[in-house]
Every structure is written in C-alpha cells, then in structure tokens.
C-alpha cells in the first residue's frame, strides 16, 4: 500500500544531543511537511517543501532543520535538542491538489 | 492572525446518540475544511474534506459547511465507543492549514 513512513517511532535523546528524524513515502506527493504537536495542542507547521522548494515557518526555532534529498525522502535534524523539543513530530505529504494532507504514524520524541 | 476554534471538551455523547462538533474560522477567504480524527498518540486521520456550503456525506459521517457564518461541522450519527478520540478541524490557509486545537469526544457505552 502506498503510504508515508516515519522512523523511529519513538526516540529518546539527551539533551543537546543531535537527533535526526526520517520520513519516506510512496505516494509520489510533490509537497511534504513536518509538523510539532505537543499534547492536547494543534500540530504546528515546522517546513514544508514544494518540490525542492524549501518553505521555513518564521517561528521555526533555528534548532531545527529540513532536508529533502530526493522526492520520497524527508529528514528533520534538531541540533540540539532541549526539554521543550519533547513532542510528536508528524511528516505529511500531499499534492497540493484540493488540499488533502496525508500524515505518517508519526515520532514521539522525547529528551533527559 | 488566521484562527480556528473548537470547544476543547470533552464532549460526552451516550453509545448511539449523534455526535455534533462545531468549528470557526477567521479568514472569510478560506476554500477547503477538513476534519481529522486523532486517536491518543497516534496521528491525524483524514475524516472528511469539504469545500462548498452545504453537507456532504460519507457513511456515519456528515460534514456542514456555512461559509457566510464561518463555521463546519461534523455530525456522526450512531456514535460507537470506537469514535472516541480527539477531533481537529483544519482550514486551508493562503499555504498552509490552520489547525483548531481539537475537540475531545467520548462516546459512553
């Protein structure tokens, strides 16, 4: 089945210990983002990526970053991570196509 | 500032009952609302899309969309214990999709 792919699942990390966050999908979907949700809140957009074109949220903290090798592939680097970076990180894809987004299992992060 | 709002709950429903979930929104430009379902720790779940005034239907499901009033909602007809999770309504933004901060629904055997 064709579908969005997050790994880990969960990861633990220590704080201020660099941790990357991996997103794949099979959907062929032009347009993928990731999202922070922390609990009982909205999911709130990181970045997203149009193509190749990179979109960085202007509340983004610079802790954060992105890259998309290629059209299937999505990572999130978080530098260094502190106690408030503990959250669900989701990736979703979508073809910008009446708008749909398509999200992955997600990573449930969390920082000592 | 482009805004969603939902009753955060929790809203109690009995087993077989309707379940109503109610959404506004701000930006009076908005085209495309959607409702996503989201189990604790698990994901969002795209429930249902619609985009023009009216109902749109879709098994249990029945999304209501008033662009005049700024609102959509979401009716679930014989609410089954496996309805209870968190509901996110989301508005499709000049790039992005403006997220309400979910209402909680539990359906009460």
């Known amino acids: 089945d064709a579908m969005v792919i997050q790994n880990p699942r969960y990861q633990v990390t220590q704080f201020g210990k660099p941790v990357t966050l991996s997103c794949s999908q099979t959907?062929?979907?032009?347009?993928m983002y990731w999202y922070q949700q922390k609990s009982s809140q909205a999911p709130k957009l990181l970045f997203h990526y149009y193509d190749k074109d990179f979109n960085n949220e202007a509340d983004t903290p610079d802790n954060f970053q992105s890259r998309r090798p290629n059209t299937s592939f999505c990572f999130l680097d978080i530098r260094s991570p502190g106690l408030g970076d503990a959250a669900m990180y989701l990736c979703?894809?979508?073809?910008?196509?009446?708008?749909?987004?398509?999200f992955g299992a997600g990573t449930r992060l969390s920082v000592l | 500032q482009k805004e969603v709002e939902q009753n955060s709950g929790p809203l109690s429903v009995p087993e077989g009952a309707i379940a109503s979930l109610n959404c506004t929104y701000s930006?009076?430009?908005?085209?495309?609302f959607f409702w996503y379902r989201q189990y604790s720790g698990k994901s969002p779940e795209l429930i249902m899309s619609?985009?023009s005034n009216g109902d749109k239907e879709d098994g249990r499901f029945t999304a209501q969309l008033n662009k005049a009033s700024q609102y959509v909602s979401l009716l679930i007809r014989d609410s089954q214990p496996s309805d209870s999770a968190t509901y996110l309504c989301a508005v499709m933004g000049e790039y992005q999709l403006i997220w309400g901060a979910g209402t909680k629904l539990i359906i009460k055997p």
């Open positions: 979703a894809t979508g073809t910008g196509a009446k708008n749909i987004q398509y």
């Open positions: 619609i985009y």
């Open positions: 959907l062929n979907h032009n347009v």
């Open positions: 930006d009076r430009g908005s085209q495309s």
